[in-house]
């Protein structure tokens, strides 16, 4: 929070972080108001972040009332990456971008950040299996070195972990499985 302080010019009050949300309570609004906009849309241990300063609690409504709601206005469904690629090291940038395009020129989507050693990597893995992400491909200095993948299935009834794959036959793998799991999907009625 010191940070904060310091960027913004105004005193943190209280801050809490949870699994997927966090408070950070200001001593001005104007101070809060400012760096919710300069924050918003932001990257936070490698994911994008929305930051909104908090309105007053909401008038608690009925069930009905939140169907009726929801059945009136579509809400926009987030693009769910494929693959998340974990970068340990930014001295890889350009391998991480030759991976990166061969996934892409397979039709998958893709996503990618930095790995801070403060979270551990079962804890990346966990949250984005949650999120629906199909694979993690983590890199390292020595799969770039060796032109190699870690490979990790996130989803399906046996997640798997493949490590030190050549990149080409980790690029297959990666090919038929998605293949498999997109093929599976398209046959389950009202899966768009």
């Keep these: 929070s010191s940070g904060i302080n310091a960027e913004y010019g105004g005193t943190v009050l ?3 972080l949870h699994t997927r949300f966090g408070f950070i309570q200001f001593d ?5 108001r400012r760096a919710s906009e300069e924050m918003n849309g932001s ?3 490698g994911s994008r972040i929305d930051v909104n300063v908090a309105s007053e ?6 069930p009905s009332e939140i169907l009726k709601e929801n059945t009136v206005k579509k809400i926009p469904r987030k693009q769910v990456s494929d693959v998340l ?3 340990c090291n930014r001295d890889i940038r350009g391998y991480s971008d030759v991976v990166i395009n061969r996934l892409k ?12 050693e403060n979270m551990p990597l079962n804890q990346i893995l966990a949250d984005i299996t949650r999120d629906g992400v199909l694979y993690a491909v983590v890199l390292t200095e020595a799969s770039a070195h060796e032109k190699s993948i870690n490979i990790h299935v996130l989803q399906g009834r046996n997640p798997k972990d493949f490590r030190d794959v050549p990149l080409a ?7 038929r499985d998605f293949n498999k799991a997109q ?3 398209s046959q389950v009625p009202g899966f768009l």
């Design 85 to 87: 690629i974990v970068n």
């Design 28 to 32: 001005c609004a104007e101070v809060a």
């Design 14 to 16: 209280d801050a809490s």
């Design 57 to 62: 609690r909401r008038k608690r409504r009925s």
């Design 43 to 45: 990257l936070f241990e």
């Design 105 to 116: 020129e397979l039709q998958m989507v893709c996503d990618s950040f930095f790995w801070s």
């Design 169 to 175: 036959d980790g690029l297959d793998l990666l090919e």
């Design 183 to 185: 093929t599976a999907r």
